[in-house]
């Protein structure tokens, strides 16, 4: 599945206002540590990882071009080498 889909299936299936959910993506922080982050394929993602605790982020994935906005973001992040994107 495309990073696109899931964050839509995510976002209609109401995940990111599940607390277990939110939970659970504050679980994955220890990926943030040198230790496992040197594992990453696409460290990338704690971006995004940011991203989603944050609430207004988690909202606005529910419109279908922010998350397309964001997809050719990323996509555009990975071509350069880039780490970091904006809000």
């Given amino acids: ?13 109401k995940y990111f206002e599940d607390p277990a959910f939110l939970g659970y993506l504050h679980y994955l922080q220890y990926w943030k540590r040198p230790a496992y982050a040197r594992f990453l394929a696409f460290p990338q993602c704690l971006v995004f990882l940011d991203l989603l605790l944050e609430p207004s982020f988690r909202a606005r994935l529910a419109d279908p071009a922010f998350r397309d906005f964001r997809h050719r973001e990323q996509g555009s992040a990975w071509r350069a080498g880039g780490a970091t994107m904006g809000k």
């Fill in 1 to 13: 599945a495309s990073p696109s889909s899931v964050r839509a299936e995510l976002a209609t299936l």
